[in-house]
């Protein structure tokens, strides 16, 4: 039964850099989807990134495009967000998700059906 945990939110300048974790417990990562996702509020939650198992193809969202980068260790059973290039409309919390359709798909979070609590990211000076 896969549990997620996310952590490495913290308080951060524009222009600055964070780095988030999403540790598995329960379940191995392999064969599942990992994805990032973010919710400020009075907002939708939207997709940030999104790594798949096999090949690890990642997909982004446009805004975060050069400044954001996923990566998993599955030996380790953790997925990474490194977060650069800061900027205010970056705050909100951050979740990482999992799925284990065939399909990688879209990095959209109706893709994904296990989630974990969420972490907080503020960017302001």
């Known amino acids: 039964q896969l549990q997620l945990v996310e952590s490495g939110g913290d308080l951060v300048q524009p222009g600055g850099s964070l780095r988030l974790t999403c540790t598995a417990s329960?379940?191995?990562?392999?064969?599942?989807?990992i994805g990032w996702f973010r919710q400020a509020p009075g907002k939708e939650r939207e997709g940030v990134s999104c790594?798949?198992?096999?090949?690890?193809?990642?997909r982004y969202a446009d805004f975060v495009k050069g400044r954001f980068t996923i990566s998993r260790d599955n030996a380790k059973n953790m997925v990474f967000l490194q977060m650069t290039s800061l900027k205010p409309e970056d705050t909100g919390t951050y979740y990482c998700?999992?799925?284990?359709?065939?399909?990688?798909?879209?990095?959209?979070?109706?893709?994904?059906?296990?989630w974990g609590q969420g972490t907080q990211v503020t960017v302001s000076s």
């Open positions: 790594i798949s198992f096999l090949n690890e193809q990642t």
């Open positions: 998700a999992a799925h284990t359709r065939y399909v990688f798909g879209t990095c959209v979070p109706e893709r994904y059906d296990r």
């Open positions: 329960g379940s191995t990562l392999d064969g599942y989807a």
